[in-house]
């Protein structure tokens, strides 16, 4: 037998062929971590729908779906036009719009706690504004954050998530990192230290991959609104996914800041921070010069809400208002996870198929039985084993999908598409075992 590698550079002669060229152009021959794949990654030229086609002809059923900016799908008809009309009139005029009026608008309509808004461009940018935010509202200088919950690569969301190198100690004293789930541990942090604010992302981190408890959430709201602390949802990837109005509509609880981007863009470049007027208005100038120069939050950007970004994001938050797509995309998120689970049986192989809305996770070896049960699993033993999850994503490949641990769903993926996945993680499961890895 052909062993899982072997048969990914048999069939990805094209990719190859590039990686030699990009390798000396860029570390690790990618331009973002999460790309970077052993033995080379492919290359694609173009997608439809829930599909994307490399450069060696393969058709591959996408659950990456633009890190997760594409709840529509690729290249939606009503977003493709949008941004065509914009292209077609002007592309960024250095001045205030109509378009960021309309795209705000959709934004206070649809999150719970944004009385106010701010754009910027990326997931990173936003939640380095609501921390910043929170520090110029507070007077207060740390920050609590949970082990392994992902804020952006920026220096201060670093501790907890990745290593420090180039990053200032000082810098990495103002963080304070937890473990989730225990909420005496929150309290003492705050306590003992002139906390400003608490961030996580609301389902766990990675995504949801390592699950918090529901009531956290409830708990948290509580001891940061007794102690004047600023409450912060990371909802770059569960905004707008986990329901129309995210995570914090999904469990009715409501922070004083959360951040987006990715759906919040249409798939274009496009964030913000939506929260609480007084804590917005740190970035309003004014008619006090003292305050203006000294306790003013500043926040330029060249590309802040820009027109091509906007119409994007316009076009793509009315249809996730006005249409049913979190339900479909859900829906067939519910499937995978039924198809995943029954090959598991099937196969005799541990593991379970979970997730929250349109997300989910293929966990494969972890012997629980049922998603409440994960919340007493220790966090290291829900990180795929590290073989499992190079090798799978390279088998997966091989039979035409991309995803393995994560599914991250839209809209436009259908039946046969979620049919042909769990054909394709039996295939996967084969192969482990031709590998010797099961």
Known sequence: ????????????????????????????????????????????????????????GNKIIDYRTGHGSLLLGHNHPEVVKAVQDQMAIGTHWSASTDIEIEWGKLVTELVPCAEKVRFNSSGTEADMMAMRLARAYTGKSKIIRFRNHFHGWSDYAVPGWAAPSGVPGPVLDTMIVLEPNNISLVEEAIQKSDVAAVILEPTGAHMGQEPIKPVFLDELRDVTQRNGVVFIMDEVVTGFRTSRTGASGYYGVVPDLSTHAKILGGGLPGACVAGKRDILDMIQF??????????????????????????????????????????????????????????????????????????????????????????????????????????????????GVDGFDRFLLSAAHSEDDIAATVEAVGATIDDFRNDGLL
Do not use: C, W
């Open 286 to 399: 004014r008619d006090d010069p003292d305050f203006n120069s000294n306790g003013r939050v500043s926040h330029n950007g060249t590309f802040n809400a820009n027109p091509l970004s906007a119409a994007a994001g316009v076009t793509a938050l009315r249809i996730v208002r006005d249409e049913s797509v979190n339900d479909v995309a859900t829906e067939r998120a519910s499937q995978l996870k039924t198809g995943l689970n029954e090959i598991l049986t099937r196969k005799e192989i541990p593991g379970i198929a979970t997730g929250i809305a349109s997300i989910v996770f293929l966990r494969i070896g972890l012997n629980v039985d049922n998603e409440d049960a994960l919340y007493d699993v220790p966090i290291d033993d829900l990180e795929p084993r590290s073989d499992l999850k190079k090798l799978g994503g390279l088998a997966m490949y091989n039979h």
């Open 1 to 56: 037998m052909v062993s899982i590698e072997q048969q990914y550079i048999d069939t990805h002669p094209k990719s190859l062929e590039r990686y030699q060229v990009a390798k000396d152009l860029f570390p690790n021959g990618v331009t973002h971590d999460a790309r970077n794949l052993t033995p080379f990654p492919f290359y694609v030229t173009n997608s439809e729908g829930a599909h994307k086609f490399d450069v060696d």
